[in-house]
């Protein structure tokens, strides 16, 4: 049975048209703007946390089957519908960003990070070494150059992880790759969701307005706004400083100039000799406004001054 069914059948809405979203559908009856969002092959946790946050919610409710069911299942994956009542298309305005905290006790966020940074490092060095294999000078030294200093960087993350190891964090309902184009109904895409410190969701998101953008000082804004909105502890910023670290982006680029011969690499080379400023930036930030100091590591200072 087509979606459009589905939804005339179990939840007795009289749908004309459907848009399909990346991990949903849209449509729109009366003033009433309508999600049916995707959750997966079955209902998680992240599932039942964020249905726990949308009991509160007073702008976006989720709409019940006749049955009195949570979701249908469409193509082997069940799909929720969101009754909101503005649209849900506009980019995140970190401002608004603020994500529930789910868990009674705080919890060693930092552990889980670092072996889920260990296991992403190995599992993408046997790519980087097929690359190298397969590229031929001069794109092969810039490669080797861009990897070894990702590397490096990777080696700092661990090393500010490793003094976080015994900190203990709450764990909020969080977007896990928030940048500023994402777009506010994935707010309520649990595929999008997962259990985590608010500081991963900041973190990306500073992470991407720097690398779309290279201005600083929206970076700048975008730490005021946070601390304004929905500030983080001490040692929220300094998981989130540890986070910026891994060169998740790096992986990502990686993973581009393996699989699209027209990447230029040498733009992905000037991008990688940019983002040090970032990592100066946050400390400054933090200390301008008397924040919590974030200790600046000497390679990286001389790197930005030198440039």
């Known amino acids: 049975m087509p979606m459009k069914e589905l939804l005339i059948f179990y939840y007795q809405l009289p749908v004309t048209w459907l848009e399909a979203l990346p991990y949903a559908y849209f449509t729109q009856i009366?003033?009433?703007?309508?999600?049916?969002?995707a959750v997966g092959a079955e209902k998680n946790t992240t599932f039942f946390h964020l249905l726990q946050h949308l009991q509160y919610n007073v702008n976006q409710r989720l709409v019940l089957?006749?049955?009195?069911?949570?979701?249908?299942?469409?193509?082997?994956?069940?799909?929720?519908?969101?009754?909101?009542?503005?649209?849900?298309?506009?980019?995140v305005y970190i401002g608004n960003v603020h994500m529930p905290m789910v868990s009674?006790?705080?919890?060693?966020?930092?552990?889980?990070?670092?072996?889920?940074?260990?296991?992403?490092?190995?599992?993408?060095?046997g790519q980087l070494n097929i690359a190298l294999e397969q590229m031929e000078n001069p794109k092969r030294t810039i490669l080797f150059d861009l990897a070894t200093y990702y590397i490096h960087?990777?080696?700092?993350?661990?090393?500010?992880?490793?003094?976080?190891?015994?900190?203990?964090?709450?764990i909020s309902l969080c977007h896990s790759r928030l940048t500023p184009k994402t777009q506010e109904y994935e707010l309520y895409c649990p595929e999008l969701l997962l259990l985590d410190n608010k500081s991963r969701a900041y973190c990306e998101y500073i992470r991407h307005l720097?690398?779309?953008?290279?201005?600083?000082?929206?970076?700048?804004?975008?730490?005021?706004?946070i601390n304004q909105t929905n500030p983080l502890s001490s040692d929220e910023w300094a998981l989130l400083y540890a986070r910026l670290y891994f060169p998740s982006h790096f992986y990502d680029a990686l993973f581009e100039i393996r699989n699209d011969e027209s990447i230029e690499i040498?733009?992905?080379?000037?991008?990688?000799?940019?983002?040090?400023?970032?990592?100066?930036?946050v400390p400054f930030v933090l200390t301008y406004y008397q924040g919590p100091s974030l200790r600046v590591p000497e390679w990286l200072r001389e790197e930005v001054f030198a440039g």
Do not use: C
């Open 266 to 281: 040498e733009n992905v080379y000037d991008r990688a000799l940019a983002y040090s400023k970032l990592l100066y930036q």
């Open 210 to 225: 720097y690398l779309d953008s290279g201005n600083l000082d929206l970076v700048h804004e975008a730490m005021v706004t």
């Open 30 to 37: 009366g003033d009433r703007y309508i999600y049916i969002i």
């Open 104 to 125: 009674p006790e705080p919890y060693p966020v930092a552990i889980r990070a670092k072996e889920k940074w260990l296991q992403k490092h190995q599992s993408h060095e």
């Open 153 to 170: 960087l990777t080696e700092q993350a661990y090393t500010f992880i490793n003094e976080l190891l015994d900190r203990n964090y709450t």
């Open 65 to 91: 089957t006749k049955d009195n069911e949570t979701t249908i299942l469409f193509e082997g994956r069940h799909y929720y519908v969101l009754d909101s009542e503005r649209t849900l298309h506009n980019p």
